[in-house]
């Protein structure tokens, strides 16, 4: 009898155990199973990030079931960091995909969540004063008023140097003779630094650190691009996700999560814009608050509802740095790209039937 009801107390001992670890098995394979992905970008903070940290921030990523590393390398050209296998995906203008490509190197861009060239001009406001311009004047007239100026960039080859060369080309200017580029390590506050030095006289660069220019050192804009672009960039695919062609090899899976946790965020911004509005003001502190309503009036509407790539648009990215690369007195970018070459859709259009 008490052989017996050992036996039994050991059977339900071991039935137990069976079950407990077959309940701890399940819950670590369920953690494991969350794919963690690490993700490059210029600056820390800025709209032009934001659909990526708004998305791991508000839990959309968390959703998707994916977790997601940004990291900043406060330099203007990113995209060689996907040779090292160290970062995963690198968030910056097609630029720089583009020319990658033409070297050779094997990455695919396969989101993209920004469609206006959202990097504006500041001049400092006795500049703007002095040349009778504003951001309201004709296009030829803000390009002159950059003449003889010291104009800061994040660095050659990144967008705000584009859209100086850009520009310049519109305007019949020469950007390596009318006006001086000056590339600036460091970021928005580098660039802030070198106003209140009188390093540069004007800059380009994305929000916050514009209005910040507007708020701190007595900035005004000459090119406010979200709102008033040129009419040649008035929908242009500026900010996109690129990838090595081996991360889309082995680990796609988790690339399809991400691209569905941006997709969540991108929902969100367009049909929640209060709940953007209350995020960003928390993300972007230290802006005042007229000027943050102002930054928000600008830049809260500067996403793609959707964050898959559009072969018009990349079209439209070609033509733009062919026309800069001949201000640089660099050649054109190879005639074999297209959108089939460059860009994976596939991964996004995935993320995308799963929402």
Same mark, same amino acid.
């Given at each position: 009898?008490?052989?017996?009801?050992?036996t %039994? %107390?050991k059977?339900?001992?071991i039935?137990?155990?069976?079950?407990?670890?077959?309940?701890?098995?399940?819950t670590?394979?369920?953690?494991?199973?969350v794919?963690?992905?690490?993700?490059?970008?210029?600056t820390?903070?800025?709209?032009?990030?934001?659909?990526?940290?708004y998305?791991?921030?508000?839990?959309?990523?968390?959703?998707? %079931?994916?977790k997601?590393?940004?990291?900043a390398?406060?330099r203007g050209t990113?995209i060689?960091?996907?040779?090292?296998?160290?970062?995963?995906i690198v968030l *910056?203008?097609?630029?720089?995909a583009l020319?990658?490509? *033409?070297?050779?190197?094997?990455?695919?861009?396969?989101?993209?969540?920004?469609?206006?060239y959202?990097?504006?001009?500041l001049?400092k406001?006795d500049?703007?004063?002095?040349r009778g311009?504003?951001?309201?004047?004709p296009?030829?007239?803000?390009i002159?008023?950059l003449k003889?100026l010291?104009l800061g960039?994040t660095g050659?080859?990144?967008?705000?140097?584009a859209?100086?060369?850009?520009?310049?080309?519109?305007?019949?200017?020469?950007a390596?003779r009318?006006?001086?580029?000056v590339p600036?390590?460091?970021? *928005?506050?580098?660039?802030?630094?070198?106003?209140?030095?009188?390093?540069?006289?004007?800059?380009?660069l994305?929000?916050?650190?514009?209005d910040?220019?507007?708020q701190r050192?007595?900035?005004?804009?000459?090119?406010?691009?979200?709102?008033?672009?040129?009419?040649?960039?008035?929908e242009?695919?500026?900010?996109?996700?690129?990838?090595?062609?081996?991360?889309?090899?082995t680990?796609r899976?988790?690339?399809?999560?991400?691209?569905?946790?941006?997709?969540l965020?991108?929902?969100?911004?367009?049909?929640?814009?209060?709940?953007?509005?209350?995020?960003?003001?928390?993300?972007?502190e230290?802006?005042?608050p007229?000027?943050?309503?102002l930054a928000?009036?600008?830049? *809260?509407a500067?996403?793609?509802?959707d964050?898959?790539?559009?072969?018009e648009l990349?079209?439209?990215?070609?033509?733009f740095i062919?026309?800069?690369?001949?201000?640089?007195?660099?050649?054109?970018?190879?005639?074999?790209?297209?959108?089939?070459?460059?860009?994976d859709?596939s991964i996004?259009?995935?993320?995308?039937?799963s929402?």
């Amino acid at each position: 009898m008490d052989n017996a009801k050992i036996t %039994r %107390r050991k059977a339900i001992g071991i039935v137990g155990g069976v079950a407990a670890a077959s309940f701890l098995s399940k819950t670590v394979h369920a953690q494991a199973s969350v794919p963690e992905l690490t993700t490059l970008r210029s600056t820390s903070k800025s709209w032009l990030w934001a659909a990526e940290d708004y998305a791991n921030s508000a839990g959309f990523f968390t959703e998707a %079931r994916v977790k997601v590393a940004s990291n900043a390398s406060n330099r203007g050209t990113n995209i060689a960091a996907l040779q090292g296998g160290g970062v995963d995906i690198v968030l *910056g203008d097609p630029g720089e995909a583009l020319r990658a490509r *033409g070297q050779n190197l094997q990455i695919r861009t396969f989101v993209a969540t920004v469609n206006r060239y959202a990097s504006h001009i500041l001049l400092k406001n006795d500049i703007l004063t002095k040349r009778g311009v504003d951001e309201k004047a004709p296009l030829a007239k803000k390009i002159e008023a950059l003449k003889g100026l010291k104009l800061g960039t994040t660095g050659p080859g990144a967008a705000p140097d584009a859209l100086f060369r850009f520009l310049a080309s519109l305007g019949g200017l020469d950007a390596n003779r009318d006006f001086q580029l000056v590339p600036i390590q460091g970021g *928005g506050p580098a660039v802030l630094a070198a106003l209140q030095q009188n390093v540069i006289e004007g800059f380009c660069l994305s929000s916050p650190t514009a209005d910040l220019a507007v708020q701190r050192q007595g900035c005004g804009y000459l090119f406010q691009m979200a709102l008033n672009p040129p009419p040649q960039m008035a929908e242009v695919q500026y900010i996109v996700a690129s990838t090595a062609e081996s991360t889309i090899a082995t680990k796609r899976d988790a690339l399809e999560r991400y691209c569905r946790g941006i997709a969540l965020a991108l929902r969100s911004i367009k049909n929640e814009p209060e709940k953007f509005k209350a995020w960003a003001k928390d993300w972007f502190e230290g802006l005042e608050p007229a000027t943050f309503d102002l930054a928000f009036a600008n830049n *809260g509407a500067i996403y793609f509802a959707d964050p898959t790539p559009k072969s018009e648009l990349l079209a439209k990215n070609i033509e733009f740095i062919n026309t800069v690369n001949k201000q640089m007195g660099a050649a054109a970018l190879p005639d074999t790209l297209s959108f089939g070459n460059v860009s994976d859709p596939s991964i996004a259009a995935a993320a995308m039937k799963s929402l």
